[in-house]
């Protein structure tokens, strides 16, 4: 029988960052070692929607980049989707919110 952190591992992506789920699986109060059961699928799938959304809030890198198998923006839209499917709207809505700063006007005086 799968437990829930091979779960979550088996979920695409997720396994490049596996760094990270022992943090969501802290914050979602889930035992990784327990074994995964057809009760536990929301909150599964939660935790993966979690590990991609931070793995899509890093920067996106060219060069000897983080062995990622998909661009940020994939990682970013599989966490909304999952957010929506299972409960959690409202977290998939304040993914990928970007800060515009608008561009300043200085003096060319120098």
């Known amino acids: 029988m799968k437990t829930i952190r091979d779960t979550v591992l088996g979920f695409p992506g997720v396994a490049d960052a596996e760094e ?3 943090t969501v699986l802290v914050d979602r109060s889930l035992d990784g ?6 009760s536990n699928k929301s909150v599964v799938r939660l935790a993966a929607a ?5 793995i899509g ?4 890198f060219s060069e000897n980049k983080l062995s990622m198998t998909y661009p940020r923006s994939w990682y970013t839209q599989k966490a909304k989707e999952l957010y929506v499917e299972n409960g959690e ?3 998939a809505a304040k993914l990928g ?3 515009k ?3 300043g006007k200085a003096s060319r005086s120098w």
């Open 57 to 60: 809030g890093l920067p996106d």
């Open 101 to 103: 700063v608008p561009r």
């Open 33 to 38: 070692a327990a074994n995964y059961i057809a």
């Open 97 to 99: 919110k970007n800060i």
């Open 89 to 91: 709207p409202e977290k």
């Open 20 to 22: 990270f789920l022992d």
């Open 50 to 54: 979690d590990v991609y959304s931070m």
